[in-house]
């Protein structure tokens, strides 16, 4: 017999063992637990077979002619915890496995009342938006690791994309999400989908975290009504929400409306208050199939008691809650320092979709008042009670004195110029308007290639001043920089105004900052049964430019009118592939290369006064990949990835007060050809022990590290030198900041985590983990790393003499904070009657006390070899100008309690 005649008899017996092989049918319907509702679209895949259907607008499924046997079937959907079911067919059987339920994620992983509720002075790198992500690893990125300012891969926020109806809400001046524009929705922000890292998402390039996108379509928002209330101990005391959504109707209408309120005198810190209010509403119309229609307005005011870092000496003596910026007034808590945002949004949009393509769009306005307070002083003592000057005796007068300071401005109208306030509270004041518009075109080519291409631009004009808030008892402020002296006399802020202000007018500084941002990015998807790739390309053009509206005596020449037009062209380019090579295991690589051109805040030296360009500024270069190695098994779900990210030529500008070779002041510190190097592995395992129990272990192993000597200059904010600085810029070049090898301080760089989780039966949960976090390091002064780090203020910039090399070392190595554990434990019951839930949530974080540093910096005040060696003489908790660190918080709680009403007929009401 040939080999063609053996293989043509081998196929027909084949094939009529299988076609004489007994089968039988399965069906079933698949309904949502919560709201009753049929699923549509849920995949039902008999795993042994690998055939596949989809449940139909009834929540049905139909498996025909599967072969008798024993088998698993899996029923997935994104929104929801995969689910697999053991099931015996025989010969001939019609198997009904009746109403099977699915359970939404965020049943059992919301702890996002808790945690969502973050805002732009938040720690940058807080990432709860991957809360509702299905990698075991993220979760606990976001509900263990975030709040011990744990950073995703090192990046921080200014990497990662937020997309509220496909708009970017990244603030363009420092390239961070404006976090409290929805502030407080959680029931509207629940309704998003995040892509990690480098990988292929169809709405926009992204970042180097990933892309997190949030939809307020009041058609795809859960039916039903939603009442909620909590307590806590961290941020605020109380809150409580409201949420309806129609739910699509038969005229094509959808609206949804919430509303929440959060509130606390005090919240784990002293005097950290907080009130907040939220408001949200949302209607869409379905034209016909095709086309629909869709509008947005968010409103979230807020107002929050605001905190600092404390150095060694104070924590010692008060503890982790200690906040300077109160005192007792009329026996109330009177924080000097409170944040308020105000920032309503309006978006309209329009989508599009047939079989081959889906084009939407989306335009909004918003203005952004935000107004952060602080108490100032002129020709007195420093009104604050941990001032190094009081350190000895901090402990008899821990807290900042109101009422000296009324009778000291009080008393002023007795001296020659009657009537100013030495001492007064005045609010730092941002006002942008931010126009923007996204459009998207995905495009589906064949069966196996996809194309999308997005366009967006942006508009920001932001107005920047300070602004009196209470004169405690003065008359007016005297709008003089004691600071800068010209000729012996304070110099004038502004000019073209008298000296006197009032509590209407602008003082210190008054800026206008204009900035355009326009991109477009493009890719090609090719996917098939088990391959995916895709390549794509980001061009982007970023233009800005100061307007000075103040006249500031000590620089005459730069801080009237407009500054130089600065303009960033930058690209960026990514592809990568997915390969599932075995069943239910993934080999997946990304790789990228970028440029970034600099924010706002790093491109102008000083910019409150004056129009001075960082010198040599230039767009950051990026080149990342990563590596992934995933399993998704019935059992076993787990994700192994290692990344490499090169940043080379950042730009950063900060401010402080500081001793140096050339004098004692205040200087703006810029670091420009800032190289460094990330590097690490995430392991995340989830194994289901069995129906009632699971069990997860993860680990991040980072290792982000300075990899060059980069360049850094002062900025003297004084008049007190030279004729040609005065009228310049006041810019120093001290040469090379000895940075290399030093580690980036972005949070703890390694962090583990085992957790247990049951669930029972009768729908209620218990969830703990044991965290242990390690290579947290503080964040090191580049300036004390220079060669005028060893120049002697009192001798003219000259060497000191008889310098301990050897003692200059051990000041100057980079402290590396003690690693910590923290157990968190969090568990609810949901209740279920007729068209009713009741969900109970409780959480504790940091079970057993623990106290933490979670991050820090070095002052730079003591920035010579004599003032740094004197300062730390009596030892580290002794120090005058020791470093500031954020202490983490100790045991918290949270604990929720939500009322769902569902509208709906049950699926059995409808047969």
């Not at 100013?420 to 941002?430: D, E, G, T, W």
């Not at 680990?699 to 005065?726: K, R």
Request: a negative charge; glycine letters at 6%; proline letters at 3%.
């Amino acid at each position: 017999m040939s080999r063609f005649s053996l293989t043509l008899t081998l196929y027909i017996l084949t094939s009529i063992c299988v076609f004489s092989q007994e089968t039988g049918t399965i069906k079933g319907v698949i309904i949502d637990y919560e709201n009753q509702n049929p699923l549509i679209n849920v995949s039902v895949t008999i795993k042994e077979l690998n055939n596949l259907t989809l449940t139909d607008i009834n929540g049905q499924f139909t498996l025909l002619k599967v072969p008798v046997g024993d088998y698993i079937i899996e029923l997935f959907n994104e929104n929801y915890e995969l689910q697999n079911y053991p099931i015996s067919i025989k010969e001939g059987e019609i198997l009904d496995l009746g109403t099977i339920y699915l359970y939404p994620n965020d049943i059992v992983f919301d702890n996002s009342d808790q945690l969502i509720w973050l805002d732009e002075n938040s720690y940058e790198n807080n990432q709860t938006y991957y809360a509702t992500a299905k990698d075991i690893f993220l979760q606990r990125v976001s509900f263990d690791f975030s709040p011990t300012f744990f950073s995703f891969r090192g990046y921080g926020a200014s990497q990662s994309k937020i997309l509220l109806n496909g708009l970017d809400i990244t603030n363009l001046y420092n390239n961070r999400p404006f976090w409290n524009t929805f502030s407080g929705l959680n029931d509207i922000t629940r309704n998003r989908e995040s892509t990690v890292g480098l990988s292929y998402s169809s709405q926009n390039f992204g970042g180097l975290s990933g892309i997190t996108s949030i939809t307020t379509d009041a058609s795809k928002m859960r039916k039903g009504l939603r009442i909620s209330s909590s307590v806590s101990n961290k941020n605020y005391v109380g809150s409580t929400m409201a949420t309806y959504n129609s739910g699509l109707q038969n005229n094509g209408l959808a609206y949804s409306i919430s509303a929440s309120r959060r509130w606390g005198n005090e919240g784990y810190v002293n005097a950290t208050l907080y009130d907040a209010y939220s408001l949200f509403g949302a209607v869409s119309y379905n034209i016909n199939e095709a086309h629909s229609i869709n509008a947005t307005a968010i409103y979230a005011p807020s107002r929050k008691g605001q905190t600092t870092a404390i150095t060694e000496r104070t924590f010692n003596e008060f503890g982790s809650n200690y906040n300077p910026y109160w005192g007792w007034q009329e026996d109330e808590k009177r924080n000097s320092s409170i944040s308020t945002f105000k920032a309503p949004m309006f978006i309209l949009g329009y989508d599009f979709k047939n079989d081959k393509s889906t084009f939407t769009t989306s335009v909004s306005y918003q203005t952004i008042d935000q107004k952060n307070s602080r108490l100032d002083y002129t020709d007195a003592p420093n009104p604050y009670p941990n001032y190094w000057k009081y350190l000895p005796e901090i402990s008899e007068n821990p807290q900042i004195d109101w009422i000296n300071l009324y009778e000291t401005n009080l008393n002023t109208t007795n001296i020659s110029d009657g009537g100013s306030a030495r001492y007064l509270i005045y609010n730092n004041v941002k006002k942008d308007a931010v126009f923007m518009v996204n459009s998207v075109l995905n495009r589906k080519l064949n069966d196996k290639l996809n194309f999308d291409i997005g366009l967006s631009f942006k508009n920001s004009n932001s107005n920047n001043y300070a602004q009196p808030k209470d004169l405690l008892g003065g008359q007016f402020y005297l709008d003089v920089n004691p600071f800068t002296l010209i000729e012996g006399n304070p110099s004038n802020n502004d000019v073209l105004d008298p000296e006197n202000k009032g509590l209407n007018d602008k003082i210190k500084y008054n800026f206008n900052l204009q900035a355009y941002q326009a991109s477009a990015f493009t890719q090609l998807q090719y996917k098939t049964e088990k391959t995916e790739f895709f390549i794509a390309a980001n061009y982007s053009r970023k233009e800005f430019q100061r307007e000075g509206l103040f006249l500031n005596q000590a620089y005459v020449n730069n801080s009237l009118g407009n500054s130089e037009q600065l303009i960033f062209d930058d690209y960026a380019f990514k592809a990568g592939t997915k390969y599932q090579f075995i069943s239910k295991h993934y080999f997946e690589i990304n790789t990228a290369y970028l440029t970034q051109g600099p924010t706002i805040q790093n491109s102008f030296i000083n910019s409150r006064e004056n129009n001075a360009i960082v010198p040599n500024l230039v767009s950051e270069k990026i080149t990342s990949a990563d590596v992934t190695y995933l399993i998704n098994s019935p059992k076993l779900q787990s994700r192994l990835t290692g990344y490499f990210t090169d940043f080379k030529d950042g730009t950063t500008v900060n401010s402080f007060f500081a001793e140096i070779g050339t004098g004692a002041d205040f200087f703006q510190e810029v670091i420009t050809g800032i190289d460094k190097r990330h590097l690490g592995l995430e392991l995340g395992l989830e194994y289901e022990i069995n129906s009632n129990f699971s069990s997860s272990f993860v680990a991040a192993l980072g290792q982000h590290t300075y990899t060059n000597n980069a360049n850094v200059g002062v900025n003297f904010d004084t008049a007190g030198l030279s004729e040609d600085i005065i009228n310049n810029t006041g810019f120093i070049d001290l040469g090379e900041t000895y940075l290399k090898n030093y580690k980036v301080a972005n949070g703890p760089q390694q962090a583990f985590s085992i957790g247990l989780f049951y669930k029972n039966s009768k729908n209620w949960w218990l969830n703990a983990s044991a965290n242990y976090f390690s290579n947290g390091y503080l964040d090191i002064s580049a300036i004390t790393r220079t060669d005028a780090f060893f120049s002697n203020p009192n001798d003219y910039g000259q060497p000191y003499q008889d310098i301990d090399f050897d003692l200059a070392r051990t000041l100057l190595k980079q402290e590396k904070f003690s690693s910590y554990s923290i157990v968190n434990l969090s568990g609810g019951k949901l209740w279920h009657y007729k068209n009713i839930n009741l969900k109970l949530v409780a959480s504790i974080h940091n079970l057993f006390d623990v106290n933490y540093i979670s991050g820090g910096y070095e002052q730079s005040r003591t920035a010579n070899y004599a003032s740094l060696v004197a300062d730390t003489a009596n030892g580290s908790a002794q120090r005058n100008f020791g470093p500031k660190y954020w202490y983490g918080f100790g045991r918290t709680y949270f604990i929720n309690l939500a009322l769902s009403f569902k509208n709906h007929k049950r699926y059995e009401d409808n047969n």
